[in-house]
């Protein structure tokens, strides 16, 4: 073999080399990147989904221990109604009885009880406001308020309004909000 034919096989060789680096480097580029890409974008879809995954795990856990504690929890709130909240029929009966007994206890004179009723706006419960008035010294007003706010039944004093009244005695109206069966 001529040195001449051997430098032309040689030739040949290397372009042929050249081309199936050409060729690599055009698969690469055009199928590994591209299939790279496609198995980072679906590991990081993955680790996104296994993170969803144990939040819903623990929203469900917690869901179940509602679900479980939901039979005593309904109990309690139907022993809470039955016990402090009255029927809409007794609510006035029960308001103006425990202001004259909170009166009469706290050595108050009662001097009027009015009462509205809001407007049921599809609640579970209705408001009724008692705006009492009753008179007598400042530490009887005190105790009456402070009884009215503790009292079993379900009150919560909205407003108090305390004036000068004849000689030592005082003046207080007081606002409640009763809560009652629609």
Not at 35 to 57: F, K, W
Request: proline share 4%; aromatic share 8%; charged share 30%.
């Amino acid at each position: 073999m001529t040195r001449e034919r051997f430098q032309k096989i040689a030739r040949w060789f290397e372009w042929g080399a050249l081309a199936m680096v050409a060729a690599d480097l055009i698969l690469y580029a055009a199928w590994v990147v591209p299939v790279d890409r496609l198995a980072a974008g679906e590991e990081r879809r993955h680790a996104e989904l296994s993170e969803r995954l144990l939040v819903e795990t623990e929203v469900i856990g917690r869901l179940e221990e509602f679900k479980n504690a939901a039979p005593q929890t309904a109990q309690e709130l139907d022993t809470f109604v039955n016990k402090h909240i009255p029927p809409r029929r007794e609510a006035y009966y029960r308001a103006a009885r425990l202001m004259r007994e909170l009166a009469d206890h706290s050595g108050l004179q009662l001097s009027g009880i009015s009462y509205k009723l809001d407007p049921w706006r599809d609640e579970p419960l209705r408001r009724l406001a008692v705006e009492v008035r009753v008179e007598g010294p400042f530490n009887a007003l005190l105790n009456f308020a402070h009884e009215l706010e503790t009292t079993k039944d379900f009150v919560m004093v909205e407003n108090c309004n305390v004036q000068g009244h004849q000689g030592e005695s005082l003046a207080m109206r007081l606002t409640a909000g009763m809560y009652l069966e629609p």
